[in-house]
């Protein structure tokens, strides 16, 4: 019967792969009993190899859609009691993408003011383990679910066309993150854009089928900067599976996860 449900829900996201988007976000999805957290390393001293010039473990395990989420929106599971963003879940469509190229979407006013850890920032220089050097500000506004990927409260025009001026992202779609945890090195093949870059290719490629993506900060006791983000994606044909989990650090810096504050090693 589950293997039915779940094949039924498929069928449902292909259909209706196309239609405009809706995002909710203000809808709140409680807590898992078992949360991610208990099978996440925080051990950002000694990342795993795979991790250390990308940012990114990838965890080659099944993924399961555990929270299923009607295709073209997306759910928030809001802030916790100590301000800190919690998890989101997506199923992303051609049509969030097409709707977002091109153009960025404005963050909402008060982001600054009710981001977690968000206010010690300044410009860094970074020499990243291939070489590559980076220049610019240390903490970026860091999407759990990408402006490529609709990942912002979405608002129409008349003709139905996306309004740009008045569509924001908003706070509980945000991480304080790292340069290095949202980007990598720029490249598209570390950080949050690891999987950002897969997902919007795979869509222009396959226009009628969507994808589950689930993104969780994972926070270690009360900590209010995460240490990463447990990325989880899985296409409504089953052909584009991944899993991994996305370190908050930056290379030669040393980070207070309790105060958002860094020192250069």
Not at 143 to 148: N, P, V, Y
Request: proline residues 3%; glycine residues 10%.
């Amino acid at each position: 019967l589950k293997r039915f449900v779940i094949t039924a829900l498929f069928i449902l996201f292909a259909l209706t792969g196309c239609s405009k988007t809706t995002i909710s976000p203000k809808t709140f999805i409680p807590a898992q009993e078992e949360s991610a957290q208990e099978s996440v390393s925080y051990d950002i001293e000694n990342l795993p190899e795979d991790a250390k010039n990308t940012g990114v473990h990838i965890i080659d395990e099944p993924v399961e859609i555990d929270r299923p989420v009607d295709a073209g929106n997306i759910v928030y599971d809001g802030i916790d009691s100590l301000g800190r963003t919690r998890r989101v879940v997506g199923n992303i469509t051609y049509n969030m993408v097409e709707e977002s190229a091109g153009w960025r979407c404005k963050f909402d006013s008060d982001v600054d003011k009710k981001l977690s850890g968000w206010g010690d920032n300044s410009e860094v220089d970074v020499t990243y383990a291939n070489g590559k050097h980076y220049h610019g500000y240390f903490w970026n506004r860091s999407h759990l679910i990408a402006d490529s990927l609709g990942g912002y409260n979405h608002v129409y025009n008349s003709d139905g066309s996306i309004d740009k001026k008045n569509s924001k992202t908003q706070v509980q779609n945000l991480i304080t993150g790292t340069r290095f945890q949202n980007v990598g090195q720029n490249d598209g093949n570390g950080g949050m854009a690891y999987f950002e870059t897969r997902v919007t290719k795979f869509l222009k490629v396959n226009p009628n089928v969507t994808v589950w993506y689930s993104a969780e900060p994972i926070y270690k006791d009360n900590e209010i900067i995460p240490r990463g983000v447990l990325v989880k994606v899985k296409s409504s044909d089953g052909n584009l599976v991944m899993q991994g989990f996305v370190y908050n650090v930056m290379p030669g810096y040393t980070i207070d996860y309790n105060t958002g504050s860094f020192t250069k090693e």
